[in-house]
């Protein structure tokens, strides 16, 4: 089924057999850290809603999508030519593509969270096989010194995911839990990193957070 949001002065579509917009991409777009002009780079892009949202933020990104299903790399591309921005979407696993090392000033993520088959039924585009060591070392390559990674994950995962990027020479510099209701545990975990960035961890007050269009989204 398809659909189609708001995202500021954007349109976004989505076509059939894309991963939908969810609040997981809403809270990552509007938590990472982006300032006019700079160099952007989406690792799983789907169907470009993360691009288009930082765009609404800011002017004058350059905008790169890496992703490897065709049908959503085409509606990313797509997304962005409807939107009157320019931009590029490759499709390509982003543990093979090959873009310049140290090439972009923020590298954003919204990976796979399960294997196939273990819950969280997301579908082919929410179900792969995902390192966090290999997804944080691409990051790694691809920014400049004190460049920005910021990705979500799940919370039971915070403490692979923080090990992940030290070992990767990125440096957690701010941290948010998200939940869908006050009385109920976290269901996301937003998380941003510098590269050779020093030590200091700013925690941010937990958000709760509602899917588009204002509809709570289950855990």
Request: net charge neutral; hydrophobic share 40%.
């Amino acid at each position: 089924m398809s659909g189609a949001e708001h995202l500021g002065p954007y349109l976004l579509e989505v076509k059939e057999g894309v991963f939908p917009l969810g609040g997981d991409s809403l809270a990552l777009g509007a938590f990472a850290t982006v300032k006019r002009g700079w160099r952007v780079c989406d690792l799983g892009t789907g169907s470009g809603c993360l691009l288009l949202m930082l765009a609404a933020r800011e002017g004058g990104l350059s905008l790169t999508g890496v992703e490897r299903e065709e049908r959503a790399s085409q509606c990313a591309r797509e997304n962005l030519v409807h939107s009157g921005l320019e931009g590029t979407v490759l499709q390509a696993d982003w543990r093979q593509v090959t873009l310049p090392a140290g090439g972009f000033d923020l590298v954003i993520s919204n990976p796979p969270y399960f294997q196939p088959g273990h819950g969280g039924d997301g579908g082919g585009a929410r179900q792969a096989d995902c390192s966090l060591e290999k997804l944080c070392r691409t990051a790694a390559r691809l920014l400049r010194n004190r460049g920005r990674f910021a990705l979500c994950h799940r919370p039971e995962r915070l403490t692979d995911l923080l090990c992940a990027l030290r070992v990767c020479g990125l440096e957690p510099k701010r941290l948010q839990l998200a939940a869908h209701a006050l009385d109920r545990p976290p269901s996301l975990v937003l998380v941003e990193a510098v590269r050779q960035g020093r030590p200091g961890l700013e925690v941010l007050p937990a958000l709760y957070r509602a899917g588009p269009g204002g509809r709570e989204e289950g855990a």
